[in-house]
């Protein structure tokens, strides 16, 4: 059974900085992918950055572009845990941050047809 933990949120001032933490439990996926996506009140989710697990692509990831050259996505597989570090933070990057893992076979990783969803962890930036 897979788990997704995410920790790592809280409240800072605009251009400070975070870093997420996804614990992972029960998912070995290699030529696979996780990711991190975000939603705020009354929006949709929004795909984050995204990263290839293992195989020949192992490594490469995707970002948005409202969150490139600020945030930086990373995989630690001695401790099976994702990262998300989040740098010149602004308020509209306000939201909750969930972390997915797994998708179909057919799809790539930067899509939202992820199996696995942490609870998500909240992040709050003030002006």
């Known amino acids: 059974q897979v788990q997704l933990v995410e920790s790592g949120g809280g409240s800072v001032q605009a251009g400070g900085s975070l870093r997420l933490s996804c614990a992972a439990s029960g998912f070995t996926g290699s030529n696979n992918c996780m990711g991190w996506f975000r939603q705020a009140p009354g929006q949709e989710r929004e795909r984050v950055a995204t990263i290839v697990i293992g195989g020949s692509g192992g490594g490469r990831t995707h970002y948005a572009d409202s969150v490139k050259g600020r945030f930086t996505i990373s995989q630690d597989n001695a401790k099976n845990t994702l990262y998300l570090q989040m740098n010149s933070l602004k308020t509209e990057d306000t939201a909750m941050y969930y972390c997915?893992?797994?998708?179909?076979?057919?799809?790539?990783?930067?899509?939202?047809?992820?199996?696995?969803w942490g609870q998500g962890t909240q992040v709050t930036v003030s002006s």
């Open positions: 997915a893992a797994d998708v179909p076979w057919y799809e790539v990783c930067w899509s939202n047809d992820y199996n696995y």
